[in-house]
C-alpha cells in the first residue's frame, strides 16, 4: 500500500494489563460511526468503525457495547464526548474518528480513544492514505487501541496465506491463497494446475515459502506476494517437506526424505549452499526456529512414535520435550518464545495445544476429529488451525486465544486449511 503520513501521537497512560484467568471479563468500550469530513464520507467512516468493532468482537478480549445503547450521536470530532451521559455503561475506553477524503483524493482518518472516568484522551493519531486502503487503516487503529488498553502488541495488520481447497474430495483442487486476519481481501496467488502444501511466511512479510507437486518430485518455491515472482529454492534428491524461514529471512529449514527416513537440512538463499542438521535413521520433519534464531523445535519419531524435540540451530544432541500419551506433530515457536504449538494425536482424536519451550506446562487448547496445523498470531496471543469433519465436507480455518477461550470460525471463501499468520504489516 502506499505510505501512511502520520500525525503525532498523544500521551499514552492508563494501560490494562491482560493477566489470563477462568474469570476473565472481555473490556467494554464503545466504538461509535467516525464522524464524516464531508460529503460522501459517511460510508467509509461506518465501514471503519465497524471493523474495528469486528476484530474486537473476534479478539475476545473485548465486549464492543450495542450502538442502541449509546447515550450520545458522536458528530463532532474536535469535542470530547459527553462523559456523565457514557458512565453508566461502566466503559473502559470510548473511540471517537473522523473519515475525510481529501482535495487529492487521499484519504484522512483520524481517531482519539478516551478514558471516560477520567475524561482523559488516553491516545490518538491521523492517517493519509489511498482511500482502497481503508480496511488496512481500521485495522491499523485497531492495533493502537490494543497496544494501549492491554500493554500488548495487536495483530490486526497481519494476513493469512493459506490453502484454498475445492471440488470433490477424491479430485480436490488446491490454491494459495491470501487474505486479511480477518477473512477479507482474499487473493488467490496460483491457479490450482498443481497441489501445494505447507506454504509459510518470511519475516519480512514479502515473501512466502511453499512446497509444489507437479511433475516428478514435489519442489520448494519461493514466492513474492508482491511482484507474483516465483523461484525454486533447489533441487533436492527425493522428498521434501515443510520448508520454513528463520527469523532473519536468510535460510530455510526443511526436511529431505532419502530412503526410509528423511533429516533436517538449513539451505543459506543467499549462497543456496545446504548443511544437514540432523542424521538419523528416524523422520525428522516439522522444523520450526525460535524467535531469536538460536534454537529449533522439529517433529521426530526417534523414540518410537512422534514427539516433539529441541536442539540447537546449528545441530547436535536433541532433547525431547513432549512426554504426554499420544503422539505429538507439527511443532511451531510462538514469536514471543514462550510457548510451542502442537498438533497431538491420540482417542481417536487430534488437539490443538501449547506447552513451555522445556515441554512442562502442557496445555490442550481444542480437540476433535481432525484439528492441524496451529500457527501464531503476530503477538503471540492467538492461534489459527484447520478442522476436518472428513466425509463429503472439507477443512475450514478456526482461531482460539491461547487461553484456551474464544473458538471461531474464520470466513473463507470455501474449504482452507494449513494457514500461516504473516507479521505484523506496520
Known sequence: MAALGMGPALAQQGRLQIVPSGEFKPIPIAIPPFVPGGAGDADVGNGIAQVITNNFKRSGLFAPVDPAAFPERISNFEAPPQFASWRPLDLRGIVTGRATRQSDGRLKAEFRLWDPNSGQQLTGQQYVTAPEYW??????ISDQIYTQMTGEKGYFDSRVVFVDES???????????????????????????????TPRFSPSSQEITYMEFGQGDPRVYLFNIETGQREIVGNFPGMSFSPRFSPDGQRIILSLQQGGNSNLFVMDLRSRTTTRLTDTPAIDTSPCYSPDGSQICFESDRGGKPQIYVMSASGGNAQRISFGEGSYSTPVWSPRGDYIAFTKQGGGQFAIGIMKTDGSGERILTAGFHNEGPTFAPNGRVLMFFRDPGGTAGPSLYSIDVSGRFEQKVPTPGFASDPAWSPLLS
Do not use: C, F
Open 135 to 140: 480496511r488496512r487503516i481500521a485495522h491499523i
Open 167 to 197: 471440488g470433490p474430495s477424491e479430485r480436490r483442487v488446491k490454491r494459495l491463497a491470501l487474505m486479511d486476519q480477518d477473512g477479507a481481501n482474499v487473493r488467490y496467488l496460483t491457479r490450482g494446475a498443481d497441489l501445494v502444501l
